[in-house]
C-alpha cells in the first residue's frame, strides 16, 4: 500500500476518517534520534502508528516502537500534540485521513534493532545530520519542537 502525504494543499483529497495516533522520539546514548525511512513513501519518520481500542496513548506509541523497529522503549515525556487539519494522508486502498498525533519521548530499555514490513532502514540520526533526510513538514516539525527544549508540550 501507497502513502500520498499532503499538507495546505488544495488539491488534497477530502479526508474520510480520523485516526488517533501515537509517536516517539527514541534517542540514544549520543542523543541521536531513532528515524524509520518508511516503505509506503519513502521518506523518514519517527516510529510510531494509529491508537489500538485496547491501547493507551503512550502504551500505543511502546507498541508502535517495537512493532516498527524491535526496540522496548519507556516513555519519558510529552514533545507535543499536532492536530493540523491542513495535513492530510491517502492511502491507495481508498482511506484519506486526518491524524491526531501524540509525540512522546522514550528511552531504550531493551530489544535488538530490526526492521518490520513497514520500513526499509533504520537510523540512529544526530540532530545536526536530519537536515540532509527527506521527511515530511509534519515529522520536522515534531522534532524541532523537540530540539527547541521547550519548556511545555507544543499544543497544535
Known sequence: MTRTEYYDDPHAPEPNSMVVAASA?????EGRILLQRRRDNGLWALPGGGMDLGDSLPGAAV???REETGLDVEITGLVGTYTDPRHVIEYSDGEV???FNVCFTARIT???L???GESTELRFVAPADLDALPVHHTQRLRLR???EGRSA???G
Open 25 to 29: 522520539v527514541v534517542t540514544d546514548g
Open 63 to 65: 507498541r508502535e516502537v
Open 97 to 99: 485521513r486526518r491524524q
Open 110 to 112: 531493551g530489544g535488538e
Open 114 to 116: 530490526s526492521l518490520s
Open 145 to 147: 519542537h523537540l530540539l
Open 153 to 155: 508540550p507544543y499544543l
